[in-house]
Each structure stands twice: as C-alpha cells, then as structure tokens.
C-alpha cells in the first residue's frame, strides 16, 4: 500500500466497528509498535499476546509474569518490548525469542512504564504514590524532583524526542525536565480558569508535530504546544491551542491518544465504551464510536499510520476502522456499474489488432532521453522518517516468523517408519529451548530501592470498586437470607454447661 496516499482521500479518523481480536484470555492494556505491524496485548494471567495486525493471527504468546499485566511499551526498533505488572515487576523482553533480558522488582505498584522514545537503554517508572523515576537497563536509577513533597499522585512522559520529561500532580502543576540532567527547564500550573487547580491526571505526545494534551480531573482536554511551554520558562503561563469535553454528558476520561498524524484526539469514557474524536485543529467533535452498552473501557491505541483504532473493553480487544468502499472508476473513468445486463454494442475498430482509421505519426528528429530506472534502492516513507534524524537505515523489527506447531507428531504420514523409533523429531516432543536449538537466557534480576516508598499498597486493577464489593457481597450470601442473623450459618453456637 502507497501510505503517501491514505491522507488525500476523505476523513482520517475511523468510523465503524471493524472486528474482534481473541486473546483466548482478558486483555486489560495494549500498544502498538512504531510501524503498526505488531499490536502487544497485555493480558490478566501475565501473558503478553502479539498480533500480527495485517494479517490479524497471533504471531507470539510470552509467558511473561503471574499477575496482570498492567502496562506495555515497544522500544525504538521493535526488537523490545517493556511490561509492568500488579506484582510491582518491570520487565524487558526480547520480542523474537520471547526471553527475558532483565527484571526489574519494585517496592510499591506500577502503574505505567514508557521506554526513551529514542534510546533503548533508560526508561520511565511511575509507581504509585511516589515520584516517577528514571531507570537505565543495568539498574542505576534516579528519582525525578518534585514541586511539592506532599504530594505524590504522579503523572510522567516523555516527550516525542525523548529530551524532555514532563511531569503532573494533583494540585495541577506541571514540570518539564531535562532527560538526561533532570533539570528543571520550565513549569506552568493548570487552571480551571480561576484560580482553582486541577489535577493531573495523564499526558500524551503526539507522534507528529510538537502538540501534547493534558487530561484532567475537571473533564477538559487541554491542548499544548511544547514549544511555547518551554519558551515561557520556570512559572510561565502558557495558553492552550484548543479545549475539548463533553458539554452534554461532562464525561470523565479513561485514556485520551493523538491520531497517527496528529490531527485528531481520541478520548475514551470512563463510564461505558464509548470513543469521542475530535479535530485538532478546529476542536469540534466529528465521531462518537459506541461500543456495547454495560462494558467499561479499560484502554485506547490509535494505529501510528493508518486510521485505525484499538479499544479494550471488558477484556476483548475491539477494531475501529472506516467504512471500505469499492470505487472501480478510480482505476477506469469511463467505467459503469449496471444494475443488470445489457447487450453490448461493439465500436467499430474497437479491438482491431491493427487500426487502420489512425493517422500515422511523424517521425521527430529528437529522440526521447532515456534514463536508467534505479530498481534496487528503497525510498524511505515519509510517514516513518523524523525530520532530526540524518541516519535512514531503518532495521526495525516489522513482522515475526509463525513456526507451525505439530501436536500429534507420531500421526505424521511422511518419514520412514523407524525413524520414530529412533526418537527424533517425529518420535518425541522437544521442550521450546530444543525447538529452537538454544538455550533459554537467564534473566537478570535487579532490586530497585526506592526511599518512603509505601509498601503496603494495592494496584487498582487488583483494588475492587465499591460496586464490585456489593456484587461480590450479594453473590457469596446465601439465598432467602436478609444477613447474618437470619442465617444458620453465621449464628453463634450457644455454650452448654456439663457438671463435673
């Protein structure tokens, strides 16, 4: 597909449901790599379920830890793959063997990890109640400043280049910081337009352009650009370019994304399955994608080229695309579709080998200056270069191999017969270390120690809500009982007294 050619025709945005991935468990988080060719979904039993988004078929299942996988994030070239699960565990993966290079133990929940959009080596770790903190692979870590002790309901990202750090509290104050000497360079504080704060509650970069958004707990979505935020330096006030919410409903947001090219905002409701878009530029709302009625929503992708869209509600992975219309004049003008059949009129000389009407060509005395057609060098994409990059050798990892997997090798009808006997491949079955002729690397584990940390508390996902409590309360009552008293079961057994 010519990926120059999807801007130039109609909306960029997707427009109907377009499907279902299984994951044959309950899908909570989801990301896609830089190309959107691989689709990482993290799943409740610890599972980490790669699709191949083209072709739609799973392309790889790490077993990767014991609990819920709470979030994921894709390294530069593809070849990595970072996960974070309710146990307080950090992982990073290689995405072709499935092996764990390094796992990271925290002392409090994890609630997001962010690989440096260009440097492999270090990654961002928000826990839960503590500051963000900037980790390199061989464990050397540092906390990020704060701007106020007391709190520590923190928010981290970094930028689209990976120099900048942005970070949000709940008193709505934002920081910038440098990414490699985690100086303060500027700082703005977020206004319900008095002097009323709000808090921070996720930012976004998108992949395109120098635009980030800021979700908030007062239900508005702010738009900012970083250049302005940075020219306004420590304590500025930068306006921002555009506000979206919803007017009718006063939505709160799970998970706000940017479109591919930036152009548009994704939000996805706290309160049911529903996908708000609006366009960036002139802030209306253009598309509202309802998925079924009682699912909450637990996360959003938006594809990084094409306008697709990823929702997880209720642990099925659902596909957002556009309506694909068959439009045969582009490829002939002069083509008609008929309702029914019609006799056709040939013209005359309409398929003469020869025609014999046409007027013959004068010769020209200049000749045509053919040049040499380069078969074997590839353009780069427009759609994957970045304007401060000089290097366009792109290896990044595009698709993984699919290995067939035989579950009955005795039942295989070619080879000899005693081959089997024998026992190789068609005799026994191999553990995967010996399917793939190696042996599984030993990861390295790494203890993180983190000061004040609280240790005590629990990741949300594994923190029922008080709706949940109630369900879980009725379901375990037994049935025409109104409690404890009433119950046989719960009624203390009365002492009796025995004579000695």
């Given amino acids: 597909m010519n990926l120059e050619l999807l801007e130039s025709f109609g909306q960029n945005y997707p427009e109907d449901f377009d499907g279902a991935l299984d994951c044959m468990s309950i899908a909570v988080c989801c990301q896609f790599n830089r190309r959107g060719t691989l689709l990482a979904v993290g799943c409740n039993d610890g599972r980490i379920v790669i699709w191949d988004f083209l072709t739609r078929g799973i392309a790889k299942i790490i077993t990767a830890h014991v609990h819920p996988v709470c979030s994921l994030s894709w390294s530069r070239d593809g070849y990595k793959l970072l996960s974070a699960s309710t146990d307080n565990n950090v992982a990073i993966w290689d995405v072709q063997t499935g092996d764990c290079d390094y796992r990271y133990r925290f002392p409090s929940p994890v609630l997001k990890v962010q ?7 270090a990654f961002l770790v928000c826990p ?22 007391t709190d520590l309901n923190i928010v981290a990202s970094f930028d689209r280049r990976g120099m900048y750090i942005f ?24 206004t319900t337009g008095t002097s009323n704060t709000t808090a921070i509650k996720s930012i976004e970069f998108a992949r395109r352009g120098e635009c980030f958004l800021v979700n908030t707990a007062d239900r508005i979505i702010r738009v900012y650009e970083s250049g302005e935020v940075l020219a306004c330096g420590k304590d500025g006030e930068p306006e921002p370019i555009q506000k979206m919410q919803d007017l009718v409903n006063k939505t709160l947001w799970k998970k706000c994304v940017f479109s591919g090219d930036g152009e548009y905002i994704c939000a996805g409701s ?34 990084p080229v094409r306008p697709i869209m990823v929702s997880i509600s209720s642990g099925v992975v659902s596909v957002w695309a556009q309506n694909q219309v068959e439009n045969w004049s582009a490829f002939a003008p002069d083509f008609k579709e ?139 009552r037994p049935a025409k009982t109104k409690g404890r008293q009433s119950d046989p079961a719960y009624r203390p057994i009365k002492k009796q007294k025995f004579d000695t």
């Fill in 115 to 121: 690989f440096n959009p260009r440097q492999s080596s």
């Fill in 128 to 149: 839960m109640k503590h500051a963000a903190v900037l980790v390199n692979v061989n464990g050397k870590h540092s906390t990020l400043p704060l701007d106020d002790e």
């Fill in 167 to 190: 970070t949000g509290n709940a008193r709505g104050k934002i920081l910038v910081l440098n990414a490699v000497s985690l100086k303060l360079e500027a700082s703005f504080r977020v």
């Fill in 270 to 303: 706290a309160r049911q399955h529903a996908l708000y878009i609006w366009e960036k530029s002139i802030g209306n709302l253009v598309k509202i994608l309802h998925g079924t009625k009682g699912e909450l929503l637990l996360d959003v992708a938006w594809h």
């Fill in 338 to 476: 008929l309702d029914e059949n019609v006799e056709y009129e040939e013209r005359e000389s309409e398929f003469d080998i020869e025609d014999d009407d046409k007027t013959p060509e004068r010769p020209t005395d200049k000749e045509e200056d053919t040049g040499d057609v380069d078969v074997v060098t590839v353009d780069t994409i427009a759609a994957f270069c970045s304007s401060d990059e000089e290097d366009h050798g792109d290896t990044s990892l595009l698709f993984l191999p699919i290995t067939p997997e035989i579950e009955e090798p005795e039942e295989v009808p070619w080879g000899p017969p005693g081959e089997q006997a024998e026992g190789t491949s068609l005799g026994r079955k191999h553990s995967p270390s010996e399917q793939n002729g190696r042996k599984r690397k030993k990861t390295k584990v790494i203890d993180i120690e983190l000061e004040n940390a609280p240790y005590e508390e629990v990741h949300p996902l594994m923190n029922p809500t008080r709706k949940e409590r109630q369900q879980r309360g009725r379901a375990r």
